[in-house]
């Protein structure tokens, strides 16, 4: 699970077994944050919205911006969703993570050496950025 700014850079990265729900890694992610600031908004797709990780986040002051379930009965305020659309920028900084072969397939056997690759992928992309 990787969280990013407004710009796309990486802030955040977590990584773990395919089986748990995205909805509970959204705090190891926020756990693992390379800055100590939250951030001020969170986007997702339809699997975080849950009114259990709308409440945790609102303790920490972070709003959700997620669509609604088929199945939702209280629906959010369309004018969130418009930020919706900026996720994009998410799914390009995957994009960037999956041009590096040792996070496209995972080759190392413990999970703290794949981290350990994702983290360095995140760093070259980050001073990919700045170098211009």
């Known amino acids: 699970m990787i969280m990013v700014d407004a710009s796309g850079m990486p802030l955040a990265v977590h990584t773990c077994s395919a089986r748990p729900a995205e909805v509970t890694l959204v705090q190891d992610t926020l756990d693992a944050s390379f800055g100590m600031l939250f951030p001020e908004r969170l986007i997702g797709d339809k699997a975080y919205d849950s009114d259990g990780l709308d409440a945790e986040l609102a303790t920490l002051g972070i709003e959700m911006i997620a669509p609604n379930r088929r199945n939702r009965r209280k629906t959010q305020d369309g004018r969130p ?50 170098s211009g």
Do not use: H, P
């Open 81 to 130: 969703l418009r930020r919706y659309r900026r996720r994009w920028k998410a799914e390009r900084t995957i994009a960037w993570l999956q041009s590096f072969r040792r996070v496209r397939t995972r080759d190392e056997v413990k999970a703290d050496n794949f981290l350990g690759m994702v983290q360095l992928a995140c760093i070259i992309i980050l001073l990919r950025a700045i």
